[in-house]
């Protein structure tokens, strides 16, 4: 029977080349190898580049931002195209987005979890005590008074 694996182990190895299957991670040594999403939600070849990769998980969060609760440990970039969507709706005055700042909470309770805006890491260890609710509001509330909070640079003058 080793031939029958070494056989199987060789067309797994094939089909994941040549994009046969559906990934659910970056490719082992990749900087982000730990973000894994849940690949009923994202159809991904196998055979695309991690640039590729990324940049579609944006767009899919960008479209459908309740998607990034579907990633664990998301990417930086992930996480700003997250952001992105905040702000914008923090600007249109269509109410508190509570529901993706508990998103981006319950992305940070992965150690992995990079951190992108300097601080927010700690303002969900300081909040944990809260009620969801209370603490989603709190975290929007320290992202409207971080600094560039999102990238966004204000021009004074």
Known sequence: MPLIDTVADLLGRASRALGFETA???PPGHAYARTRWNKAYFDIPSDLKPEAIEQRMCEAIANTPSLFGEIQNPTPRMQRTL???????????????????????????SPHTVET???????????????????????????????AAFGVIEARG
């Open 117 to 147: 805006v300097p601080g927010l890491r700690q303002a969900i260890r300081d909040t944990a005590g809260y009620e969801p609710q209370v603490q989603a509001n709190a975290i929007l509330a320290y992202l409207a008074d971080a600094p």
């Open 83 to 109: 952001l992105g969507i905040v702000e914008q709706r923090l600007r249109r005055a269509q109410g508190a987005p509570v529901d993706l700042a508990a998103l981006l909470v319950a992305a940070y309770r």
């Open 24 to 26: 659910d991670s970056f």
